[in-house]
C-alpha cells in the first residue's frame, strides 16, 4: 500500500513542479514586457520633443535641412560674449563657493560635528528661499552700497549662495566617504601642520567630491536667468531668452546646444561617479582581509 | 628613546571624567600596555600623549619636558591608529615617505628611509601598491613603517591589531614585538585583549573607570592581581568568599573547609578574605564510587566540557562552590559530565585579597 501512495505523491509533486515551470517564465516575460514598455515609455517622453525640436532647428526650408541656424548662433557675437561671460562667472563662483566651503566643512567634520545638522539645514536655505526673494533682499545691500552693481564679479558672489546646497552637499558626501578625522590625525602625528594636511591629505582624496560640485555649480550658472534678468546682467540664459523670445528656429538651435553643454556635463560626472565607485570600493574590500 | 612621565593627568569631558589622576612613567625603550575594557580611559590617555586631546589637569613629560601645549605635529611621536589610517592618494612608500618630505629631509634619504622600513616591515615587494591594494595586516604593517620613519621619540599604538582576523593579529603584534625591540624605541600600546597585552609588554598597567588598578610585568599582572577588577579581567580566576583561620589557613566557601596558603598575605586571622584560584591551579582526578577524597582534596561533579584545543576547561559543582578548571584535554576525555572527582588545589596558585 505504502509504495504506489508514495509514487502517486511524487508523480503529483512532479506534475507540480512541471506546472510550475512555466508559469514562472510566462510571470517573467510579463514583467519583461512591461519594464520595456514603461523604459520606452519614459524615453518617448524626453525624446519626442527633443527629436523635434532638433529637427525644426534643422530645418532651412521645406524639406530642407542644415545647419544655418547653428551657424547663426555661432556667428552672433551675442551668443559668444554672453557664452563667455557666464562661463567666467561659473568658474568663479567655483572658486569662490570652493575656497569658501572647504576648509569649512572640513572644520565642521573634524572640530565641530555637532554642527553639522545646523549646516544642512543652512545649506537648504536657497531652496526654500526662491531667487526673486534674494535678489528683493539683496537689493536692500545694493541701496546701502550702489557701487557693488558696477561689477559683474558681484554676481559670483550671489551665484555661491545659489550653489549652496548643492556644493556643501557634494563635499559633506565627500568628506564622510573618508576618515577625515584619523587621516587628519595621522598626518598630524608624522609632522604635517594643520594646512598641509589639508593640501597634502584631505584634498587628494575630496577631488571628485570637488569636481562633482564644481561641475553641478557651473550647470546651474550656466542656466540661472531670474537674478541676472533682474539685476540687469546679459548672461548666457538671458540671451537664451532673449532669442526665444524673437527667432523661433535659431532659439530651437540654441536649446539643443543649452542641452548638450548640460548633457556634457552630466556626462563628466557620471564617468566621475564611475572612476569613485572603482576608487571606494577597495579599501572596503581589503577590511578584515 | 625618551621617558615617558604622565603625573596626576585628569581628563573631563563635560559631566564625565575619563581619566582621574593617571599616573604612569615609561622608562627608556620599553613597551607599556594600557589594557582594560571600553570606557575605561585608555585611549583618551594615549590621545592625551599624543596631543590629540588637551587634558583637565596634570603634567606630561617626555625626558623631563613638559610637552602639554605642544601641537601634536610637533611632539615627535608616532602614531599607528586602529581604524586603517593610510592616506588612500598615495602608495604605501609614499605613506612612509610623507612624514620625512614633511620635515624636508632630502629625496634621496627619504627614499632610502622608505625603502628600509618597508623591508623591515616584510613589504618591500608592496612598495607601489595604494592601500586599497592592501590587506587590513599590511596596511597596518605599512602605518607601523609611517609611524616609525620619522624616527619618533615615543611610539603609540590604538589598538592597531582589533580590525584583523586572529591569525594576522597573531603574527603582526609578533612582527610589532620584533620591531620594538630592534630599534629600542619607547612605546605605549592600547588594548583591550588581555592576551596581546601579556604576549607583548614589558609592563602592563590595568585601567578601569578612568583609573590606574595595577601596573607590573605580565606574569606579576596575571598571578598577582591586586584587586577583584585586574583578577577576572586578566585571565579567567574562581573567587570564593573565605575567612582566615591562621597566617597560612584560610576557610572557604560554604562548607568552610581550609585550605593552605602559601602567599604572603598579611590578612590576621577572622578577617574575611576573597579567595583566587586560576583555572590551571586546579588538578582534577576521578574518584572511585564510595571512595572518599582523600586529605586536603575537595569534592566535586563534572558539569560541563569547553573544547579548547591542547586544553579542556571543566566546570564543576564542588565542595568549594561552582568552579572551571583546566585540564589536558586527554585527560579530560576521562572525566565526561556527571564524573565524580577530587578537587585538588595547589597552594601556590591561591590568592588572597582583602574583602
Given amino acids: 500500500m505504502g509504495v504506489p501512495s508514495t509514487r502517486t505523491a511524487q508523480m503529483a509533486a512532479m506534475t507540480t513542479v512541471g506546472d510550475d515551470k512555466p508559469k ?11 519594464t520595456y514598455f514603461w523604459l520606452i515609455m519614459a524615453a518617448l517622453y524626453f525624446l519626442v520633443p527633443l527629436y523635434s525640436t532638433l529637427q525644426f532647428s534643422l530645418e532651412t526650408g521645406q524639406h530642407a535641412y542644415g545647419f544655418k541656424w547653428y551657424l547663426q548662433i555661432f556667428r552672433d557675437p551675442m551668443f559668444r560674449t554672453t557664452f563667455l561671460f557666464s562661463l567666467r562667472l561659473a568658474v568663479e563662483t567655483v572658486i569662490i563657493g570652493l575656497a569658501l ?29 526662491p531667487p526673486v ?47 577625515v ?22 584634498l587628494p582624496n575630496m577631488r571628485t567630491a570637488m569636481l562633482g560640485a564644481a561641475f553641478l555649480t557651473l550647470a546651474i550658472v550656466m542656466g540661472e536667468y531670474t537674478i ?34 548640460t548633457w556634457g556635463t552630466m556626462m563628466c560626472l557620471f564617468f566621475l561617479a564611475k572612476t569613485r565607485g572603482r576608487a571606494s570600493s577597495g579599501p572596503t574590500a581589503a577590511v578584515g582581509r | ?66 610637552v602639554i601645549g605642544v601641537p601634536a605635529s610637533k611632539r615627535n611621536m608616532g602614531m599607528v591608529f586602529q581604524a586603517y589610517s593610510l592616506f588612500p592618494n598615495m602608495t604605501a612608500k609614499q605613506n612612509v615617505e610623507f612624514g620625512l618630505r614633511m620635515r624636508k629631509v632630502a629625496r634621496d634619504k627619504t627614499r632610502k628611509r622608505a625603502d628600509e622600513l618597508l623591508e623591515m616591515v616584510g613589504l618591500a615587494t608592496r612598495s607601489a601598491r595604494y592601500p586599497h591594494e592592501l590587506s587590513g595586516g599590511q596596511q597596518q604593517r605599512v602605518a607601523l613603517a609611517r609611524a616609525l620613519a620619522i624616527e619618533p621619540a615615543i611610539l603609540l599604538l590604538d589598538e592597531p591589531l582589533s580590525a584583523l582576523d586572529a591569525k594576522v593579529r597573531v603574527e ?82 560554604k562548607s568552610g573547609r581550609p585550605m593552605h596558603v602559601t602567599q604572603d ?6 578577617e574575611k578574605v576573597l579567595v583566587l584560584i586560576r583555572p590551571e591551579s586546579i588538578d582534577l582526578e576521578e574518584l572511585r564510587d564510595g571512595v572518599a577524597p582523600p586529605e586536603g582534596v575537595f569534592e566535586g561533579e563534572v558539569l560541563m566540557h569547553t573544547f579548547l584545543g591542547s586544553v579542556t576547561r571543566v566546570a564543576l559543582a564542588s565542595d568549594l562552590g561552582d568552579l572551571v578548571a583546566d585540564v589536558p584535554s586527554i585527560r579530560a576525555l576521562t572525566m565526561p559530565p556527571e564524573t565524580r572527582v577530587g578537587v585538588h588545589v595547589e597552594a601556590a596558585g591561591i590568592r588572597l585579597l582583602p574583602r
Avoid at chain 2, 604612569?24 to 590621545?47: I, M, N, Q, W, Y
Avoid at chain 2, 598575605?265 to 577572622?270: C, F, L, M, P, T
Fill in chain 2, 265 to 270: 598575605h598579611g590578612h590576621a586571622s577572622g
Fill in chain 1, 181 to 202: 578625522k584619523t587621516l587628519t590625525e595621522a598626518a598630524q602625528s608624522v609632522g604635517a601642520p594643520g594646512w598641509k594636511t589639508l593640501l597634502f591629505v584631505i
Fill in chain 2, 172 to 253: 603582526l603584534r609578533q612582527e610589532i614585538r620584533r620591531v620594538q625591540t630592534e630599534l629600542g624605541i619607547t612605546t605605549l600600546y592600547v588594548t583591550h585583549d588581555q592576551e596581546e597585552a601579556l604576549s607583548i609588554s614589558d609592563r602592563i598597567a590595568v585601567m578601569s573607570e578612568g583609573n590606574l588598578e595595577q601596573i607590573g610585568a605580565p606574569a606579576d599582572i596575571y598571578r598577582s592581581p591586586r584587586t577583584e577588577f585586574v583578577a577576572n579581567f586578566v585571565g579567567l580566576m574562581n573567587g570564593f568568599e573565605g575567612l582566615m583561620h591562621a597566617d597560612d589557613v584560610v576557610a572557604v566557601g
Fill in chain 1, 133 to 179: 526673494a534674494l535678489v528683493v533682499g539683496l537689493s536692500g545691500v545694493f541701496n546701502l552700497m550702489p557701487w557693488l552693481l558696477a561689477n559683474s564679479q558681484i554676481l559670483a558672489f550671489i551665484y555661491v549662495i545659489l550653489a549652496l546646497p548643492f556644493t556643501y552637499r557634494s563635499l559633506d558626501a565627500g568628506m564622510r566617504a573618508i576618515n
Fill in chain 1, 101 to 129: 566651503m572647504v576648509p569649512t566643512v572640513y572644520w565642521v567634520h573634524l572640530r565641530l560635528p555637532r554642527v553639522r545638522p545646523v549646516m544642512d539645514l543652512i545649506s537648504i536655505l536657497p531652496f526654500v528661499v
Fill in chain 2, 1 to 66: 628613546m625618551a621617558r615617558l612621565d604622565l603625573k596626576h593627568i585628569q581628563k573631563q569631558f563635560d559631566q564625565v571624567t575619563a581619566l582621574s589622576e593617571l599616573s604612569l612613567e615609561v622608562a627608556s625603550g620599553e613597551l607599556v600596555s594600557l589594557l582594560g575594557p571600553s570606557g575605561c580611559g585608555k585611549t583618551t590617555a594615549l590621545r592625551i600623549v599624543a596631543g590629540f586631546e588637551q587634558p583637565t589637569a596634570g603634567e606630561l613629560l617626555v625626558d623631563g619636558n613638559d
Fill in chain 1, 228 to 261: 541676472s534678468s533682474l539685476l540687469l546682467f546679459n548672461t548666457f540664459a538671458v540671451y537664451i531668452y532673449y532669442i526665444g523670445n524673437t527667432e523661433a528656429q535659431p532659439a530651437a538651435a540654441l536649446a539643443i546646444i543649452s542641452f548638450a553643454l
Fill in chain 1, 24 to 34: 514562472k517564465v510566462r510571470k517573467r516575460h510579463k514583467m519583461r514586457f512591461w
